[in-house]
């Protein structure tokens, strides 16, 4: 029976002991849905929507519960007519916040890596592939039909001696007949298969209860990645998965790239040693430390061929900035221009006349100056 939290009169259950069986993969499953829904350590869901994520009755739901209560994962408060709050503890095998994505990949949890347009989601995903994993076999998955992907899954299976002798032509195959093939491929495995899934948002819709049910097989682990706009497409891998999110860049490493790249391609800079300082800084404040963006900036300084500081308002990222238009400015002063003037003539006015003549000067400096005038402004 568990006790309200502000009710307790025992300590609360410890960890297993060293050499004590480990946490079960159903209750592993049980504690990612709650870590993926957690805020501030705290859950608070119902024993209905527990039974519909897992596919479990209420008997096997408070069966894992109460497992990872034992191990000092969790403890939750009854409340009668309301959810439960389940509390998430810091026992042993807790997934804290900040852990690396290969300490996270390496207990064997589903992840999804999430992370904006070019920082870097598909380069993380192949460093698990390359030797973050302690999986038997790894799997990589793009975005396609639902057949493609089975098939490929398949393939790589096969290549692996864990699938049947495949037919000569497996896209004539249905969905369903690949989905068949692949699970009794799965319980062959000796050990934990990796999946790999690069961009999650484009598998198509149909073909997520199917992605689901891989995610919560107890020989399969999940590694995703997916944008940061499209996570709402995705809520039904976060049910299964820890999200993972991408970091920026440090200053110093975009600084570091900027130097090496300036170097080893003899690029001239205007200032010597000061206007390299102020290139790097300019790129990092350009950038906020978006691979793909530091990328860019210095194709287009590789361009150019030299750097120069004073052109350096030349340089924008157009995903982030755009730039301030004047020329709504000019076409207004010279109408103004033109309503003077005449009226000077119609009214014999010499100092309406004389007002003309410098708002005319002042619209010849507006276009002078209307590109030096330019500055970034945020969307």
Excluded at 235 to 244: C, I, P, S
Excluded at 308 to 326: K, P
């Amino acid at each position: 029976m568990s006790l309200a939290r502000k009710e307790k009169t025992a300590a609360p259950p410890r960890p297993p002991a060293h050499g004590a069986p480990a946490l079960s993969p159903q209750a592993r499953q049980l504690a990612e849905i709650l870590l993926a829904r957690q805020r501030r350590g705290r859950v608070v869901i119902t024993q209905s929507q527990l039974c519909r994520l897992t596919g479990w009755d209420r008997k096997t739901v408070r069966k894992y519960l109460r497992e990872l209560q034992n191990f000092g994962l969790i403890d939750w408060e009854r409340r009668r007519r309301a959810p439960n709050v389940y509390w998430i503890l810091d026992g042993e095998g807790r997934l804290p916040e900040g852990e690396t994505l290969i300490s996270l990949v390496r207990r064997g949890t589903n992840v999804l890596i999430l992370g904006e347009a070019g920082a870097g989601k598909t380069y993380w995903l192949s460093r698990v592939a390359n030797d973050g994993h302690q999986a038997a076999f790894a799997v990589q998955l793009f975005a396609g039909s639902a057949k493609s992907v089975l098939v490929s899954m398949l393939n790589q299976l096969a290549d692996a001696g864990l699938a049947e002798e495949l037919p000569r032509s497996p896209n004539r195959l249905s969905v369903q007949e690949l989905e068949s093939l692949v699970e009794r491929a799965l319980a062959r495995a000796p050990g934990r298969i990796l999946v790999l899934i690069d961009e999650l948002e484009r598998m198509p819709p149909g073909f997520q209860p199917w992605l689901a049910r891989l995610a919560s097989h107890y020989a399969v682990q999940v590694v995703a990645t997916a944008r940061d706009e499209a996570r709402d497409r995705v809520q039904w891998f976060l049910d299964h998965a820890w999200v993972w999110r991408v970091p920026p860049m440090s200053k110093t490493e975009v600084e570091d790239w900027v130097r090496t790249f300036v170097s080893q391609r003899n690029i001239p800079v205007v200032g010597g040693e000061r206007g390299l300082a102020r290139l790097a800084e300019h790129v990092w404040k350009q950038s906020q430390g978006n691979p793909r963006k530091v990328q860019g900036l210095l194709r287009q300084i590789e361009a150019r061929g030299y750097v120069d500081y004073r052109a350096f308002r030349e340089i924008r990222t157009s995903e982030t900035f755009r730039i301030l238009d004047l020329t709504w400015i000019l076409v207004a002063t010279v109408a103004l221009v033109v309503i003077v003037r005449y009226m000077s003539l119609g009214l014999g006015d010499r100092m309406l006349y004389v007002a003309a003549g410098i708002l005319y000067g002042g619209g010849m400096l507006i276009r002078y100056f209307a590109y030096r005038w330019r500055r970034p402004m945020k969307r």
